[in-house]
């Protein structure tokens, strides 16, 4: 397996640490980002690993072993086994958040792009679903922050926007940090952005995990064939979906209620308690996805992260006080600081780890974290009741703590601390094969995928133009053009754009 590691591996290694390039503008743009970026362990990376690894390519792993102290044979360890997994599986995955109260969301995008960073995942979207007009804002300053600006941000559009209240976290990130959205209308609707992603993408080959409420999830599922797809929302997510990971419920000894993001339960109704009630509507939308989710559903109940509520003794799993490590700026530190500012103040940031417990297994598969029981059904009563039944056929389940609970943390808190890789500055390669033909929906243009192979990275999407005038946007490889601009013969021309918003050269048709 190491043999195979420096065999193979090496040339997948990437070079995240070049010198510092050129950058285009972001809103918002003067921050100054020596300040606000790059913590500690980016800096003992740059300082130390990847020069042992780049001095000693080629060099046998055993005698690569004696040279290194036992830290750094941990730290190259682990990005041999990180690189070897890549070379067989590079997850697909869309993360559906409501940054907001909780900065567990945070932490989760944190885990995300620092699990990208080591080639094991590629986060083709980001889904809002929060009401707050600075929910899809933070996520993309986030995006920004990680230097990967380009990932689209989908936004739930059913109800209006509101602001958040200046003392929340997600207020702060967007009104001090750059992005590329300016507002939220600028977010596309999130189940269009679901559907134009789905309908491109490889058959069962996207997680979808969930952090929040399954407002989302529902719209998708509810929706009808659409330019982009003339699969329902239901058929679409068979086709194309891997595994729903969802953060909710309550599985212990497969029953009980829950109090997080499936609506809460009248059960655990207390006076002085009112916040964990039965949510009706919320409990209404995720009966929903449970009896009509088409693909692999697996939760993370609450006993995970916070099992240390209401008597239930199943230990929290505690994260955040890491982030004290990284530099004063760093967005994800912010974030816990200012959520904690004013609960107690902002020195003592760490808290349970609901939504990570439910991305490490959604992202990573239960490995040795999780005893996994995933082939049953799920069910939810209209009083928040939880109830996991083995079925034979079944697709449905839940997870349960198999490390202890420091060992999750260590590995969840690891991952928040993941250093932030330079922005890719190569440009992805031009798509193949353009071709104009009849789609479900009309006339349409259609491409074979541009590559991008700075390690890493990935392309977010498409740009397509007919002579100079610019069409729009594709998050797939195809693009509908029954409304297309009077440009005469002009030539179509579709170009990559990677994640860190570089814009390859063009496929070209026609002219
Ligand atoms: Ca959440
Ligand atoms: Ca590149």
């Known amino acids: 397996m190491f043999k195979l590691a420096v065999l193979v591996g090496f040339p997948r290694l990437p070079s995240p640490f070049d010198a510092f390039g050129k950058r285009a503008p972001l809103l918002g743009e003067s921050i100054d980002r020596r300040r606000s970026g790059r913590g500690i362990s980016g800096i003992a990376l740059k300082a130390g690993v990847l020069k042992i690894i780049l001095e000693t390519r080629g060099v046998c792993y055993i005698s690569l072993m004696k040279t290194l102290s036992p830290f750094r044979i941990i730290l190259v360890y682990s990005l041999f086994l990180g690189w070897t997994a890549s070379l067989f599986a590079m997850e697909q995955v869309i993360l559906d958040t409501d940054p907001s109260y909780d900065p567990d969301d945070m932490g989760c995008m944190a885990m995300l792009h620092g699990m990208a960073n080591a080639g094991e995942l590629e986060i083709l979207a980001v889904m809002n679903v929060f009401h707050h007009e600075e929910s ?46 300016a507002t939220s209308d600028d977010a596309p609707d999130a189940t269009s952005l679901y559907r134009e992603i789905l309908a491109s993408a490889e058959p069962k080959s996207v997680t979808i995990l969930v952090v929040g409420t399954m407002h989302n999830l529902e719209q998708l599922l509810k929706s009808g064939p659409d330019a982009h797809s003339p699969l329902s929302g239901i058929d679409l997510v068979e086709r194309s979906v891997k595994l729903v990971a969802s953060m909710g419920g309550n599985f212990i000894d497969g029953k009980g209620y829950d109090r997080t993001n499936w609506g809460g339960a009248d059960a655990l109704c207390r006076d002085d308690r009112t916040w964990a009630c039965l949510v009706e509507e919320q409990n209404a939308v995720s009966r929903y996805v449970l009896e009509h ?24 799993v505690r994260t955040g006080q890491g982030l004290k490590k990284l530099s004063e700026g760093h967005i994800v530190r ?49 009083t928040g009741e939880v109830c996991w039944k083995p079925t034979p056929g079944g697709i449905q ?78 998050h797939g490889l195809r693009f509908g053009l029954n409304d297309p601009v009077d440009s005469g013969d002009a030539p179509y021309r579709v170009t990559a754009v990677n994640v860190a918003g570089i814009e390859g050269p063009a496929g070209i048709l026609g002219g």
């Open 136 to 181: 899809p804002l933070a996520i993309s300053a986030t995006n920004a922050f990680y230097n990967r600006a380009a990932i689209p941000v989908g936004d739930y559009k059913v109800l209006p926007k509101e602001p958040a209240p200046e003392t929340n976290y997600d207020w702060f990130l967007a009104h001090h940090y750059p992005r590329t959205l």
């Open 397 to 474: 389940g839940y997870v349960a703590k198999k490390a202890s609970d420091a060992a999750l943390a260590e590995v969840i808190e690891t991952l928040m601390m993941s250093p932030v890789m330079d922005r890719d500055l190569t440009a992805p390669t031009a798509p193949g094969d353009l071709r104009l033909g009849s789609g479900h929906a009309g006339k349409e243009l259609t491409w074979t995928p541009a590559l991008e192979d700075t390690p890493g990275n990935w392309i977010a999407y498409y740009n397509v133009y007919q002579g100079d005038d610019f069409l729009g946007r594709a």
């Open 293 to 316: 989710c088409p693909a692999p559903f697996v939760a993370s109940g609450w006993e995970n992260g916070n099992g240390q509520f209401n008597g239930a003794e199943q230990g929290d």
């Open 334 to 382: 912010v974030a816990y600081e200012k959520h904690f500012a004013t609960r107690g103040g902002s020195h003592k940031i760490d808290r349970h780890s609901n939504d990570q417990c439910a991305l490490l297994y959604g992202a990573r598969g239960a490995r040795y974290y999780y005893h996994a029981f995933v082939d049953g059904k799920i069910t939810l009563s209209p």
